[in-house]
C-alpha cells in the first residue's frame, strides 16, 4: 500500500505539477531578467483573477468521484452532464473575471490590460473544462502515468515560453501570461482528444431534478474550494486594496513561491493517496481506517521534516536559484510560509472522509472558517505591521484548517486529541527552530540535515511495514 503512495505520488509530482517544478530551476536564468514590480504584478492579478477560478468546478467533483465508484456503469453518463453545466458556467465566469480585471489591474501594467483580461478568459472558457475532466478521469482510475505524459509535453512548452518571453524577449511579467496560456492550451487539447475518443463529450440537457440532486453535495464545496484561494492568494488582494507599494507586493509573492512548491508536492501525494484513502474507507466496518491512520502518521513526519530542512536551508536556496540581489532579503518570511503548510497530511484523511460520507455540509467549518480567519487577520495586522504580517496570519489560518475538521461532532476518524495535540506542538517546535537557526553555519546546517535524515530514515522504514499491501 505505501509503495503504491510514493509510486504513485512521484508520477503526479513530475506530471501535473511539471511545469511548477521545472520553473523552480528556471528561476536563476529568469529572476536577472525580473524585478519586484514584476513579481507584484503577477501575483496581483493572478490572486484577483482567481477569486472566479477557485469556483470553476461548481464542486462537481464530488459527485464524479463518487459516480465513478459507486455507479460504474452509468458514471459516464453523469460526467457528461457535469462537462456541460461546467462549459455553461465558464461562460459567465470569463465575462465577470473580465470586468473586475479592468478594474483592478495595477497602473504598472494597464498598457497590457486588453491583453491580459482576452488570455485569461480564453484559458477559462476553452481550456478549463478539459483539463479539469481529463486529469480527475486519470486520478479516479489511478492511471497516473497519462497524466504524466500530457503534463510533461505541456511542461516543456511552459518553461521554453518562459524562458523565451522573459529571458530573450524580456517581456517581464508578460512571459509569465503568456508561458502560461500556451502550456494550457497544449494540455486542453490533447485532454479534448482523449475525452472525445472515450465518448465523455457534453450532454446538452437542463435536467433541473438530476441537477438539483447532484448541487446539494457539490455545491457545499464551493466554499471548500474557496478556502483554498483565501488562504493563498486573498492576502495579495488585501495588500494591494491597502495600496502597499507593488514592490512590497512583488517581495511578499517571491518568499511565497516556495510555499507553493511545497504545495506542489502536497497535491502531489494528495492526489495519489485520495483514491487509496476512498479504498480504505470503502471496507466493511471501518477496517481500513487503522491502515489510514498509519499512512496519515507517516506521511505527516516526513512533510514536517521535509518542511523544516526546506526552512532550514532558505538562505542558502535563496542564494542559488534567485539571482536578484533586491529579491533574496524576502528568505525570512519564505520559513514561515514553508512551515504553514507542513499540516497537509492530517487535512487529506479528514477531508476525504468527510467527502466519502458526504458529509461536504460541514466542510465550510473546516477550509473556509480558515479562510475568513486569515483574511480577518490579515485586515487587522497588515495596516498595523505591513505585508510581512500576512505570512504570519497564514501560518495561523492553516493551523486551523488543518486540525479543525478532527474536532467536528459525529466526525468518524481514528486519531485521538493527544495525538493531534503531539502533531501540532511538533509543528511548531519545527518552525520555531528553522527560523531560530536560519543564520547558523552551513556546517551545522549539513550536520544536523544528516542527523534528522537518519532518524526518520530508520523510524519509517519500520514503521512502513506496518502498512500492509
Request: charged share 10%; proline share 4%; net charge positive.
Amino acid at each position: 500500500m505505501i509503495k503504491k503512495v510514493f509510486s504513485h505520488s512521484i508520477i503526479y509530482a513530475i506530471g501535473p505539477q511539471l511545469p511548477k517544478i521545472v520553473g523552480f530551476f528556471l528561476l536563476p536564468f529568469l529572476t536577472p531578467h525580473l524585478s519586484k514590480t514584476d513579481f507584484g504584478v503577477w501575483g496581483t492579478i493572478v490572486a484577483y483573477s482567481l477569486i472566479f477560478s477557485s469556483a470553476r468546478d461548481l464542486g462537481m467533483v464530488v459527485p464524479m468521484f463518487n459516480s465513478y465508484y459507486k455507479h460504474p456503469t452509468r458514471w459516464i453518463w453523469v460526467w457528461r452532464q457535469v462537462i456541460w453545466y461546467l462549459l455553461l458556467w465558464g461562460i459567465v465566469i470569463a465575462i465577470f473575471q473580465s470586468l473586475l480585471l479592468y478594474v483592478v489591474i495595477p497602473d504598472e501594467a494597464l498598457s497590457d490590460r486588453p491583453e491580459i483580461i482576452l488570455l485569461l478568459a480564453v484559458q477559462c472558457v476553452f481550456f478549463d473544462v478539459p483539463i479539469l475532466i481529463g486529469s480527475r478521469y486519470y486520478q479516479a482510475a489511478e492511471k497516473p502515468f497519462a497524466i504524466s505524459i500530457v503534463s510533461i509535453l505541456s511542461g516543456f512548452i511552459a518553461v521554453g515560453g518562459q524562458y523565451y518571453f522573459i529571458a530573450v524577449k524580456s517581456m517581464g511579467y508578460m512571459g509569465w501570461f503568456y508561458a502560461t496560456f500556451s502550456s494550457l492550451a497544449i494540455m486542453a487539447f490533447i485532454y479534448a482528444v482523449l475525452l472525445y475518443k472515450m465518448r465523455l463529450i457534453p450532454l446538452a440537457r437542463i435536467r433541473l431534478r438530476w441537477a438539483a440532486a447532484r448541487f446539494k453535495v457539490a455545491l457545499p464545496m464551493v466554499p471548500h474550494s474557496y478556502s483554498a484561494y483565501m488562504l493563498n492568494a486573498s492576502d495579495r488582494v488585501m495588500l494591494s486594496a491597502f495600496n502597499t507599494p507593488i514592490s512590497q507586493i512583488g517581495l511578499y509573492n517571491v518568499a511565497y513561491m516556495w510555499g507553493n512548491y511545497l504545495e506542489v508536492i502536497g497535491n502531489s501525494i494528495g492526489m495519489a493517496v485520495g483514491p487509496i484513502y476512498l479504498k480504505l474507507y470503502n471496507e466493511p466496518q471501518n477496517s481500513g481506517l487503522l491502515i489510514a491512520k498509519r499512512i496519515t502518521i507517516l506521511l505527516q513526519l516526513l512533510f514536517i521534516v521535509g518542511s523544516f530542512i526546506v526552512s532550514l536551508w532558505s538562505k542558502e536556496l535563496f542564494t542559488i536559484f534567485i539571482r536578484n540581489q533586491s529579491l533574496t532579503e524576502a528568505y525570512s518570511l519564505a520559513i514561515i510560509i514553508v512551515m504553514s503548510y507542513s499540516y497537509r497530511p492530517l487535512y487529506w484523511s479528514v477531508i476525504t472522509k468527510l467527502q466519502f460520507d458526504e458529509k461536504t455540509s460541514k466542510l465550510w467549518r473546516i477550509s473556509f472558517a480558515a479562510g475568513a480567519i486569515n483574511i480577518l487577520l490579515n485586515f487587522i495586522f497588515i495596516p498595523l505591521y505591513g505585508f510581512q504580517a500576512a505570512a504570519y496570519t497564514t501560518f495561523v489560518a492553516m493551523m486551523y484548517q488543518g486540525f479543525a475538521g478532527y474536532f467536528l461532532k459525529n466526525q468518524n476518524h481514528s486519531f485521538n486529541r493527544f495525538e493531534l495535540m503531539f502533531w501540532f506542538i511538533f509543528i511548531i517546535i519545527a518552525t520555531t527552530m528553522a527560523f531560530s537557526l536560519r543564520e547558523v553555519s552551513i556546517e551545522i546546517k549539513f550536520i544536523l540535515t544528516c542527523a534528522i535524515l537518519l532518524v526518520v530514515f530508520i523510524w519509517g522504514f519500520r514503521f512502513s511495514k506496518k502498512i500492509k499491501v
